[in-house]
């Protein structure tokens, strides 16, 4: 996919994609390339969240939605939305309890300043230890 990472915090992450590896015979980015960059954006915003774990959790996907609203025809970027705080509190609060927490991200796939399209998944944390990182 060629991913390179742009910036990644614990508020949000955004990554780049050429065209050419991601590329369709229509010559727009192939449809299964754009929300893979979605999720791999969204899935990463966790990874980095969850990084000052004592024991990091697994992170998987449970379910997704991902419309796409325009074609894209050039570079391309992925980016995650701000998650509530409360949102992660309750994630937080079900690795505690059960060992497993569900959080909703969302993001976007932007081709020259330009939404192309708009992603919506639920992750699931599995196991993991909090440990020093109990402020998230």
Known sequence: MGASVV?????????????EPNVNHRQTVFG????SAAILCAW?????????FEVRPRLVIRSNSFEYTRPIESEFVASTSPVAPSEWEKCLAGLERHGVGRIQVRAVVESGGVVCGEFVGTFVAIGGSIGAASEI
């Open 32 to 35: 299964g390339s754009e929300s």
């Open 44 to 52: 990463s915003l966790l990874w980095v969240r969850f990084r000052g």
């Open 7 to 19: 910036s990644a915090s614990d508020d949000g992450v955004l990554i780049r994609f050429p065209l």
